[in-house]
């Protein structure tokens, strides 16, 4: 399309989709300042949840945290909207603990539509943008299907899977962008003239499931963490609705023999897919070729919010025909007489090679072009948010004329730990984040999010007065509350001591409230029993105050051991090693194993191969007791 004479209008910034990564983009960029028009297929569906009703997880809370920390608005959305909560790896350590909450579906799109609609510097627009519009190397705004041309300093492409996207049922295949929506058609094709390297991916959800139609007597309760979660500084207003029960069965030898019956019925298997799926959400199909020894996988039935009837069958994904799907459902105990209102389906999708992207997100070769989320190749609603947020934020800099770009470094965040890996190592297949992508993830916890990022946000123009304020109040709390329990000496003879193992004298004689908080299974309540504080803090602080208590004596000791790791890229590695008896992550062990790397800086490039996964190289290399192959 030729840069037209006069555009339609004009605006700083234009972000191109209204999922997790466009909704993050639009509202960090309105912000900063910029005047901003988000341009949507549908207008109706800003801030959906097209896939599964969850925040959060392992890796994920980390960056919905980070998000907020920034002044972002995925987790103040989900703290107004979730209808089951719970913090998973409750027995660990804190810096892999992470909160997880089911929202409902219905109030999340809504409560983020009314937020992108109300912020006076983001105008929405519906329509398919088919152009990024390019003069002298420089954006200079987008054209439409309908013919349009809407001028902008920068653009932000945000979208998802639409890029070309085909939904496959089976042996049925239909143009779109998510089941019942149309896809984008245009806009790859004007990606790729502009040098991008299109790739394709996949990715898919589970069928849909009527309650009421479901025996849940049958099935295992999990109900909702009983202690107040919330992913926000802020505390946002909450309906007076209880929170919903989560309900857990499982596959059995019938679905397992039903479903290896009709594999080349799948979409998946039949060869009807070419794109790559993900490694860390598997259909269910791949989990029975690559697991035919498991007689039974896990399914959640997870409630899609408080006034629908619809239940999403966590761990179902699929693209098998509906027939077959219906007798898979009802194979499960607790759904013989299963209804299912929407089927799975797997759906693949257009994306780009992210390492034609600067940290800043920016298209290397585009002035002012910058792209978020699945479009990168990433998969999940965290690390698409993530993306957007950092892009518009970008975005908005890049119109107003700012040089300082919003750039996270690994150890400093998360985010910057994805935006390293996806720009040095690409994706070969849709990238997760997981919380042993960090090398440096025990100062990475969610609860130190606000201290790590507050002052960056600040000073980016992306947190306002009453988020600083909150954190400062927060940081104060946390502070005089640590300060107090250090202070506090333990009597010999105070039954508390018992949870102390292995004092020597010395300790014994000094042994503070402070240093029984920092040991595993004794929480802040226990200690506050014991030794109440004046002016109790708020929940929120006293789990930080506990999360660094447990942490602060393992972190320095950390970050010089990876760095060490990071540092030893010249380390020679031998030939024969053999990865399989070294402690890596499975997929580390396959990607090391296949690309055999001749020294450690070549490991750090594999995708796949993470910098934890480093240390461990590292650490085997400086013993010189590494296992060879014989």
């Known amino acids: 399309m030729r840069i037209p004479s006069s555009f339609a209008q004009s605006y700083d910034v234009i972000v191109v989709g209204g999922g997790h990564a466009g909704c993050e983009a639009a509202l960090a960029s309105a912000r900063v300042g910029a005047r901003t028009l988000m341009l949507a297929l549908n207008l109706d569906t800003i801030g959906a949840m097209p896939c599964n009703c969850s925040i959060g997880g392992p890796g994920k809370s980390q960056l919905v945290s980070e998000i907020d920390a920034l002044g972002g608005e995925m987790g103040r959305a989900c703290d107004r909207t979730f209808t089951h909560g719970r913090v998973l790896n409750a027995s660990k350590g804190p810096a892999v603990q992470s909160l997880r909450c089911q929202a409902d579906k219905a109030e999340y799109r809504a409560t983020m539509k009314q937020r992108v609609e109300s912020e006076p510097l983001i105008a929405t627009y519906q329509d398919a943008v088919s ?67 299109v790739r394709r991916f996949k990715t898919g959800t589970v069928p849909r499931l009527r309650q009421s139609s479901l025996a849940t007597e049958m099935m295992r309760v999990q109900p909702s963490d009983a202690r107040p979660l919330r992913f926000s500084i802020l505390e946002q207003p909450r ?64 409630l899609e919010g408080w006034q629908t009837d619809e239940v999403y069958a966590q761990g179902l994904y699929n693209s098998m025909p ?47 072009l910058f792209l978020a989320g699945q479009v990168n190749g990433t998969s999940g609603y965290e690390e698409a948010a993530a993306q957007g947020l950092v892009a518009g934020a970008n975005a908005a800099g890049h119109a107003l004329g700012r040089e300082a770009a919003l750039i996270l470094e690994r150890g400093e965040a998360y985010i910057g730990v994805m935006i390293d890996d996806l720009l040095s190592a690409g994706a070969d297949e849709p990238y997760r984040m997981l919380t042993s992508r960090a090398e440096f993830r025990i100062l990475l916890g969610q609860h130190t999010a606000y201290d790590r990022l507050t002052a960056v946000g600040v000073g980016h123009g992306l947190v306002g007065a009453e988020q600083l304020a909150a954190v400062r109040f927060m940081q104060r709390s946390v502070e005089q509350e640590t300060e107090r329990l250090r202070a506090v000496q333990v009597p010999l003879g105070h039954p508390m001591r018992s949870r102390y193992p292995g004092m020597s004298a010395r300790q014994a004689d000094a042994l503070t409230a402070g240093d029984l908080l920092g040991q595993a299974g004794v929480n802040y309540e226990e200690i506050a029993r014991h030794w109440p504080p004046a002016r109790p803090p708020s929940a929120f602080a006293a789990g930080v105050v506990e999360a660094s208590a447990k942490c602060w004596a393992y972190a320095e000791r950390e970050v010089q051991r990876a760095r060490r790791a990071v540092q030893a890229g010249s380390v020679q590695l031998p030939a024969n090693l053999d990865y399989a008896r070294l402690p890596l992550r499975k997929e580390a062990r396959e990607r090391l194993a296949a690309a055999r790397p001749r020294t450690l800086g070549e490991a750090q490039r594999l995708f796949g191969v993470t910098r934890a996964d480093i240390v461990v190289l590292a650490a085997a290399a400086r013993r010189g007791d590494v296992s060879r192959e014989t």
């Not at 479903?259 to 039949?270: D, F, P, T, V, W």
């Not at 027939?323 to 799975?344: F, K, N, Y």
């Open 131 to 197: 152009d990024v519009l390019v003069r002298g190397g420089a954006v200079a705004g987008v054209g439409t299907r309908d013919g349009l041309a809407f001028g902008a300093r920068a653009v932000v492409v945000c979208t998802g899977t639409f890029l070309n996207g085909v939904v496959h049922i089976g042996e049925k295949r239909v143009s779109g962008g998510r089941a019942g929506e149309a896809s984008a058609e245009q806009l790859s094709g004007s990606l790729r003239e502009l040098g991008l390297h």
């Open 239 to 302: 309906p007076g609705r209880p929170l919903l029960p989560c309900y857990i069965t499982h596959t059995t030898e019938e679905t397992h023999a039903l479903l290896m019956a009709n594999l080349e019925r799948s979409a998946l298997y039949a060869g009807n897919v070419s794109g790559t799926g993900p490694r860390y959400c598997p259909s269910i199909e791949t989990k029975l070729v690559r697991f035919p020894d498991r007689t039974h996988h896990q399914v959640f039935m997870e």
């Open 322 to 368: 509906y027939d077959v799907q219906l007798a898979m459902v009802r194979s499960v105990p607790g759904c013989e007489r299963a209804e299912i209102t929407r089927p799975g389906y797997a759906i693949e999708y257009d994306c780009i090679d992210p390492r034609a992207l600067t940290p800043a997100l920016e298209c290397a070769g585009v002035a002012g």
